[in-house]
């Protein structure tokens, strides 16, 4: 069975410029959490969906949003990049979020220039 | 400061060596998973944990979650140069809901053949 897959897996930026990022989940799986990993830290957490609606959100700015779609695949869109969001974006499904084991992607790796 | 301390930050060992990485919480741990991470991919989902005193085992590697459920410690018999690479605890504070996990820096290990 596939796992979580993203896309793209390297992205190139300059500051300002706005970015989508795209999580299709495993096949069954409803919810979806993304996080911003930092060089050298542990992931953080972004957003969760879950049956398109968001569920939980972390301490990031409003610059951040992101959907859910009918099928279940979500993206992730950032605006007014700033070299700070230079990270591994990772993308993480789970059955429903609740007791469920968040299962990650490969990540999209976003350079800010 | 970090709700979630792993130690040791970094270790190296000689193959065949055994080691052992811990996960300690400043509050109470409603869940707590283990993942592995190979340099910039996304994460491995190894274990989770959810009762005092629980303890589990896959292959070579046992992670353990103590009585009071504030510390974990995850313990690799016998290293490979295989078992190389980030381990990243990741805390679920929510109550049993686990919308986000809230996850340490990581312990970076080598395994030396």
């Known amino acids: 069975d596939a796992g979580v897959t993203q896309s793209p897996t390297h992205l190139i930026k300059t500051r300002g410029q706005q970015v989508t990022l795209r999580c299709s989940p495993i096949s069954g799986h409803k919810s979806v959490s993304w996080y911003q990993q930092v060089l050298g830290q542990g992931p953080q957490f972004i957003f969760q969906y879950y049956e398109k609606e968001e569920r939980g959100r972390g301490n990031f700015p409003d610059r951040f949003s992101a959907r859910q779609f009918p099928n279940y695949s979500s993206e992730l869109n950032v605006n007014a990049l700033l070299l700070g969001d230079s990270a591994l974006y990772l993308c993480?499904?789970?059955?429903?979020?609740?007791?469920?084991?968040?299962?990650f992607g490969p990540g999209t790796r976003l350079t800010v220039l | 400061s970090q709700e979630l301390e792993q130690s040791p930050q970094s270790l190296i060992v000689q193959e065949g060596k055994n080691l052992t990485i811990n996960c300690t919480s400043s509050k109470t741990l409603y869940g707590l998973y283990w993942y592995k991470q190979k340099y910039g991919e996304g994460l491995i989902f190894l274990m989770m944990?959810?009762?005092?005193?629980e303890e589990k085992s896959h292959e070579k590697i046992t992670a353990k979650l103590d009585e009071k459920k504030q510390q974990s410690s995850l313990h690799i018999t016998a290293s490979q140069p295989s078992h190389a690479g980030i381990y990243l605890c990741?805390?679920?504070?929510?109550?049993?809901?686990?919308?986000?996990?809230?996850f340490g820096k990581g312990t970076l290990l080598t395994v030396n053949p």
């Open positions: 990741g805390a679920d504070y929510s109550g049993g809901s686990n919308y986000k996990l809230t």
């Open positions: 944990l959810q009762k005092g005193g």
């Open positions: 993480a499904s789970s059955l429903q979020g609740v007791e469920d084991t968040q299962y």
